[in-house]
């Protein structure tokens, strides 16, 4: 796990970096700045863009990550590399000659509910096809165990010159309308510095002879793209539906729920970029042992960390509405329900990886297609009658349901699960500190509530988790600053 704790020690503070600048932009200047209305266009945008760059990027960013290590000379490698740049162009050119057609059709659809969306189609497309590069070339470092400058361009960057935007918006320097475009731009530049870091990790030459296993890293991909398509959707899926059900600024105050609970997902995306490139090498050299060690180490170490996160946000949550705009409480439940589906994520640990880097990956096409339909049926059903709360509990279900399903089925198949003793434990720790906590509140302004009730917190949960001894690794760090 040295490299593990190493590399995801770093992306967690980037990660935490990203998210500090997102709650300045999500919960302070865009709250003060942004119109109710554009606000929910940049989550709508956004949501739908992410919703199509697993088809974009045709799956080739998870390829890469998988068969990479397999190849073993340096003229193979560069054959595959090549190949991998090109074959997203082979959907993404017909998608856009399909867009350019159609485009009065599409606009005049998505407007159907909130008419200002229709104006800003292209951006879909664009930002879509920017994000599914960056991908790719955030692949190419990580097979190299290179994860910390990519994940600072993704975490960090995009929020970093977000936040710039406002300001810029703030001083009358741009109005709302060039605020939404400037995403764009963030994005084209963001796959630049990706690209130009990819290179000089490895600049291959490039060659277009025929790819050993060709038919095999081709297959993998048209199943990473509907796997990836899927995963995306029961992330995204309930902000492209609530365009067609409620008004715009509602999405808006959807997505500062979502952003508040995604804050839990901070340990997961920070291991993750260095957990799936060592499973893919685990399994290409049938360290089977090794895959289960890293499964169950990760979940662990995972747990506790979200569980922290989780316990200050939920117990912390009534001041942080206190301190927005009364209208977005609309959306507290939605914290609730979205924080349980970024805690799955942590306490699966290495699951995903699992999946996409073994012979195992085309089930989560077949499990996911379900899910999805459900997840439609849910939305469909939910919107009309709770609106943005039936949109929360329709992915919480989905995201659930799909989680553990995925997490069974590798349990069937390899005979490995991700729980130790030592999970439960921590699961009990989490319950415990949030019974406590989440009904004590003290009668002061809430930015002192949040500061006290935060620091008697992190002193209890902390000391607690030491005592317990719930993690070797987590103990280790703390030994060092003690002793």
């Avoid at 009309?384 to 997490?407: D, M």
Wanted: glycine fraction near 4%; charge should be positive.
């Amino acid at each position: 796990m040295g490299i593990v704790i190493k590399q995801s020690g770093w992306n967690l503070v980037i990660t935490a970096i990203g998210f500090i600048l997102g709650a300045l932009n999500v919960l302070i200047l865009a709250q003060v700045y942004l119109s109710d209305e554009y606000y929910g266009l940049w989550n709508y945008i956004l949501s739908t863009a992410f919703l199509y760059f697993p088809l974009m990027s045709f799956g080739i960013h998870n390829t890469v990550v998988k068969f990479y290590s397999s190849y073993s000379s340096k003229k193979e490698r560069d054959t595959f590399l090549t190949q991998m740049l090109l074959w997203p162009l082979f959907i993404i050119v017909p998608i856009l000659l399909l867009i350019y057609v159609s485009q009065d059709s599409i606009a005049a659809y998505i407007s159907d509910k909130n008419s200002i969306t229709g104006a800003y189609l292209w951006c879909i497309p664009l930002i879509a096809i920017f994000q599914a590069y960056f991908e790719i070339f955030y692949a190419w470092v990580k097979v190299h165990m290179k994860t910390i400058g990519g994940n600072f361009l993704k975490e960090v960057f995009y929020r970093a010159a977000a936040t710039v935007s406002l300001l810029l918006l703030a001083y009358q320097i741009i109005d709302q309308q060039q605020f939404i475009y400037s995403l764009v731009i963030i994005y084209g530049l963001r796959v630049v510095l990706m690209k130009i870091i990819a290179f000089k990790t490895y600049f291959p030459q490039f060659h277009f002879s025929s790819l050993p296993n060709a038919g095999k890293v081709f297959q993998y991909s048209i199943f990473m793209i509907l796997a990836g398509s899927i995963s995306t959707a029961l992330i995204d899926l309930d902000k492209f539906m609530l365009n067609q059900y409620v008004a715009i600024d509602l999405i808006g105050y959807y997505g500062i729920a979502i952003f508040i609970a995604t804050i839990i997902a901070v340990p997961a995306r920070g291991m993750a970029q260095i957990t799936h490139p060592l499973t893919a090498g685990h399994f290409n050299k049938n360290q089977m042992k090794d895959v289960e060690q890293l499964y169950k180490r990760s979940s662990l170490n995972l747990s506790i960390i979200a569980g922290f996160l989780m316990v200050i946000i939920i117990c912390n949550l009534n001041e942080f509405y206190n301190m927005m705009q009364p209208e977005t409480r609309v959306a507290l439940p939605v914290v609730f329900l979205i924080a349980l589906t970024k805690f799955s994520e942590n306490i699966l640990g290495s699951n995903n990886a699992i999946l996409y880097n073994s012979d195992l990956y085309k089930v989560t096409l077949w499990m996911g297609f379900a899910l999805t339909i459900a997840a439609i049926v849910l939305n469909w059903w939910l919107i009309p009658i709770y609106g943005i709360i039936g949109a929360g509990i329709a992915t919480c279900i989905a995201y659930l349901g799909y989680a553990f399903a995925k997490a069974y089925y590798v349990y069937r198949k390899l005979d490995m699960h991700p729980w130790t003793s030592k999970t439960w434990q921590a699961l009990l720790l989490i319950l415990l500190v949030i019974g406590v906590f989440y009904f004590w509140d003290f009668a002061w302004h809430p930015v002192v509530n949040i500061a006290v009730k935060s620091s008697l917190i992190v002193l209890i949960y902390i000391t607690l988790a030491y005592k317990m001894k719930l993690s070797t690794e987590i103990n280790s760090i703390i030994n060092k600053y003690i002793a």
